[in-house]
């Protein structure tokens, strides 16, 4: 089993900037992958981004060249800065990790607005 807790989301203005964390605890040796999905309402929830265990990444489309994803392995913490936000980026934000199960977190709201 893997718990998962997020943090860092909230209101910011078009543009601004945003880091949310997710720290791991529980069986995370077998982790292999760990990422970011969001979910707006009316739509399916969507990969954000995502770190593999050779550290190789990969990005949603629509994020690539604002939001960088890392992990922190020695916190057991998995970032996601969020740069230069759009009101489209507005979503519920969830964690999750992948072992021989996947397990997700229980979401960050980020609200992007004037």
């Known amino acids: 089993q893997v718990q998962l807790v997020e943090s860092g989301g909230g209101l910011v203005q078009p543009g601004g900037s945003l880091r949310l964390s997710c720290t791991a605890s529980?069986?995370?040796?077998?982790?292999?992958?760990m990422g970011w999905y969001r979910q707006a309402p009316g739509v399916e929830r969507e990969m954000v981004a995502r770190?593999?265990?050779?550290?190789?990444?990969n990005y949603a489309d629509s994020v690539k060249g604002r939001f960088t994803i890392s992990r922190d392995t020695a916190r057991n913490t998995l970032y996601l800065q969020m740069n230069s936000l759009k009101p489209e980026d507005t979503a519920v934000y969830y964690c999750?990790?992948?072992?021989?199960?996947?397990?997700w977190g229980q979401g960050t709201q980020v609200t992007v607005s004037s």
């Open positions: 529980g069986s995370i040796r077998s982790i292999y992958r």
């Open positions: 770190v593999n265990s050779d550290g190789s990444t």
């Open positions: 999750y990790a992948s072992n021989l199960g996947t397990y």
